[in-house]
């Protein structure tokens, strides 16, 4: 959790300028706009240039990348402002730390995991955030980053040592958020497809209702009866 003591809240996966007007007035944290042209959720660069230009300053940008050359990253983050980049490819730390450097954003370091040895290898990464999602265990949906609508067994998170900031995702919705947050007490939680009415489109109803769930909860937490 922050220094506030509540969880924040990343809504991933945004394409269109009203699903993250309706994010930032719900209270966001972060908006995600996927640059990975494989994505079922990509965002084009001119959409992103709107979204940028009409919440900036309301909301931390993030942008996610897949395995992206570092040049493509730079230019992204500079032409709509990025204030996070979510590297969510085999990007190493180097890597991880030449982006934050060369573009000023803060870096958020996705990986999967299917086990204690993946939650481990997240130590190798010093960036501001470590992401952790699932790892897709559906035929033919290996091979995708995000956005599958699965979990990960958070039991395998009381082993993590680390100190960076945990943004946790992967199949959270307005039924399970409340759930992880009292279990993980994550620094934010990141919900793509859990708030969808298709690949790249907000339910306004499941944005509303994940909030609720999440308000809810952190009320709980705070003030346990």
Request: charge should be neutral.
């Amino acid at each position: 959790m922050g220094s506030d003591g509540n969880t924040r809240v990343k809504i991933c996966g945004i394409t269109r300028l009203q699903d993250a007007e309706l994010a930032v007035e719900l209270g966001a944290w972060a908006v995600g706009m996927v640059f990975f042209a494989r994505s079922p959720r990509a965002c084009s660069l001119e959409q992103g240039q709107l979204i940028a230009r009409h919440t900036r300053r309301k909301v931390e940008l993030c942008g996610v990348f897949v395995n992206a050359l570092m040049e493509e990253v730079i230019a992204v983050s500079e032409q709509l402002g990025l204030t996070l980049l979510q590297l969510h490819g085999d990007e190493g730390p180097s890597f991880c730390a030449e982006a934050a450097r060369r573009t000023g954003a803060r870096v958020i370091k996705a990986l999967q995991v299917s086990g204690m040895a993946d939650i481990q290898d997240a130590a190798r990464f010093h960036t501001d955030f470590h992401l952790l999602d699932a790892r897709s265990k559906l035929p033919g949906r290996e091979r995708l980053r995000g956005g599958t609508g699965e979990s990960f067994d958070w039991g395998l998170l009381a082993g993590r040592r680390s100190k960076v900031p945990l943004i946790l995702s992967g199949g959270l919705g307005p039924a399970n958020v409340g759930e992880a947050i009292e279990r993980v007490r994550p620094y934010a939680v990141d919900t793509a497809s859990g708030t969808e009415s298709a690949p790249g489109i907000k339910d306004p109803a499941k944005l509303r209702d994940f909030f609720a769930a999440v308000e809810q909860t952190q009320m709980a937490v705070v003030s346990p009866t």
